[in-house]
């Protein structure tokens, strides 16, 4: 950024200032520090003793040295927000689970992995991705506009959903031994409804800053579905209770997100059909370009629960899903509420390449130290684990988790880092390695179906899905101006330190008790996380890299 030379106007310096805050500065403390700007500007002009003439400059840039800090303490505070209402939802599943997994057998919980899939796979284009366009349209005007597409187009797929519901054959539930579902056909239509509103309010959320509408809906979603599923499978433990209990958790939050965007939306008549096509001229590269790859994407996540369901039974789709909701909940604790907000703010380091850069950095860095512990104690004790936990019918689930822990550790990194190929309208090349990702999946499974072996199958796709990761990964950091190879001297301390600290834990205590899980996990993590503070692995080598 450059830096405005000693003749600058008080109004140009003050508009420099200024541009670093929010459109909404709700905070205190950033409101004191422009207040303070603004004293200096005014000594600055007045011919103080504070800002005599020949230090103008020096004044100058020390204001505009705090702009990226600026940006940086909101976007912060957008993850604080975030992340405390998605820890708090996600914290309630978590403690739910080993009460769930009690209640509920192994197939009822591949019903709904079916069920889940098949409703993921829809409402991935319920609107064909325009409302990823909304939190980086240029004005309020554009975004209202591509909200309100959004919507006409979620209604009109809720029509064609309807119909296809009507004709689905039983033939083809019976291919991922399912037939059961077709009695719940019904719930699809309403559940894509609910989820695809959901998912515009939130992205206008996101561009107005409503993070604590988003962190109060995703409690309120968490604890519906949560108690709902409980208190059925109390009296009853059928699928119906898991299904009905999905369905009032996503109906909890659609009604307080459309309550916020009628009361934020822009006054005076903006959206017109004229304005809307123009809108979707505009951002035609989501539905060419996002919407194939996002797809893709879903099949390649959610293919594994259905070809599980079809070589396997509903059994195997059943531990296979009780890993993925183990294995996904650091990604529930930290990915999402950290996509979200970085979304929020890298929107607005666009034209700031060093800034985006050092941001996307310290997120990948800050996401690998604190996964890194969790996916190594459940890569080496998951099956032990999950039995204690969950009962030990679902020790089999532990043997999954155990081989695709490293996957879904490169998961959590990448899931917030992907909102930079939304940011840099990098659309082109999520084609190519969805499909890429679909493929090997799909190859993966069909090695253990070969054999005739679930756990073979999977171990494959842990493999694959490292590997795929890694390059992924790859793509979002080159989109954020970074690579692995500015990050390595932090990855290799990390792991080294993550390695060191669990042998030494081991020794400490053992045992496959829950006590002694508790206690070794325990010692490990603060071991490690004493380590990773007090030499700084989270941050220190990148900057000293990247100097060189």
């Known amino acids: ?5 000693a003749g600058a106007s008080r109004s140009n ?10 459109p909404q500065r709700s905070s205190d403390s950033d409101f004191r520090r422009h207040n303070a700007a ?19 400059q020096t004044c100058s840039a020390r204001i505009l040295h705090h702009v990226p800090e600026l940006k940086l303490n909101l976007f912060v505070r957008a993850f604080l927000i975030l992340s405390a209402g998605t820890a708090t939802a996600a914290l309630v599943v978590i403690l739910a689970t080993p009460v769930l997994s009690r209640l509920y057998p192994p197939a009822a919980f591949g019903t709904l992995a079916v069920y889940t899939a098949a409703l993921s796979l829809m409402t991935t284009i319920g609107a064909f991705r325009y409302e990823l366009a909304i939190p980086i349209a240029e004005t309020d005007e554009v975004a209202a506009n591509l909200a309100t597409v959004s919507f006409v187009l979620v209604v009109a797929n809720v029509s064609i959903i309807i119909g296809a519901v009507a004709l689905v054959p039983s033939r083809l539930l019976q291919l991922v031994h399912c037939p059961d579902l077709s009695s719940y056909l019904w719930l699809i239509p309403v559940a894509f409804l609910l989820t695809s509103v959901y998912q515009i309010a939130s992205y206008w959320a996101i561009r107005r ?11 309120s979603q968490s604890a519906g579905c949560t108690a709902a599923q409980l208190s059925i499978g109390a009296v009853h433990g059928g699928v119906w209770g898991l299904l009905l209990g999905d369905l009032i958790g996503r109906a909890s939050g659609s009604g307080v997100m459309l309550r916020y965007l009628a009361a934020s939306w822009p006054r005076g008549g903006v959206v017109a059909r004229r304005r809307a096509w123009g809108a979707m001229r505009r ?5 060419l370009l996002s919407a194939p790859a996002a797809v893709l994407g879903a099949a390649a996540s959610q293919l594994p629960l259905l070809l599980l369901a079809r070589f396997f039974g509903l059994e195997a789709a059943g531990f296979y899903a009780l890993c ?6 650091p990604t529930s604790l930290l990915g999402g509420a950290l996509g979200q907000a970085f979304l929020s703010h890298a929107a607005t380091l666009r034209l700031d390449n060093d800034e985006l850069r050092r941001v996307t950095e310290r997120l990948a860095l800050a996401l690998l130290s604190f996964g890194l512990p969790v996916f190594l104690f459940v890569m080496v004790e998951g099956p032990p684990l999950f039995a204690q936990v969950f009962g030990q019918r679902w020790l089999v689930a532990g043997i999954y988790a155990q081989r695709l822990a490293p996957w879904f550790l490169l998961w959590m990194v990448s899931s917030p880092l992907s909102q930079l190929l939304t940011v840099r309208e990098w659309q082109g090349t999520t084609l190519v390695f969805t499909s890429v990702e679909c493929a090997v999946t799909v190859c993966a499974l069909s090695v253990g179906a070969w054999l005739k072996s679930a756990q073979v199958g999977v171990t494959a796709l ?18 954020g101006y970074s690579s692995w190879r500015r990050l390595i001297i932090n990855v290799v301390a990390l792991a080294v330190c993550a390695a060191a600290t669990f ?15 508790g206690t070794r996990f325990a010692l490990f993590a603060s071991a490690y996380g004493l380590l990773v503070w007090r030499f700084r692995l989270y941050g220190r080598c990148a900057v000293e890299t990247s100097r060189r």
């Open 13 to 22: 310096i003050l508009k420099a200032a200024s541009n670093a805050d929010s």
């Open 462 to 479: 842990g493999i694959a899905g490292f590997i795929l990761a890694i390059l992924t990964t790859s793509r979002y950091l080159h989109a």
């Open 209 to 219: 800053q409503g993070h604590r509408q988003l962190a109060r809906t995703r409690i």
């Open 503 to 517: 042998a030494a834990a081991s020794m400490v205590t053992g045992g496959a008790s829950l006590f002694g899980l």
């Open 283 to 287: 951002y035609a590269k989501f539905p």
């Open 1 to 5: 950024m450059q830096i405005p030379s």
């Open 324 to 329: 993925a909701r183990v294995l996904n909940a």
């Open 38 to 56: 603004e004293r200096s500007i005014g000594e600055l002009s007045n011919g103080s003793e504070t800002c005599i003439p020949h230090t103008e």
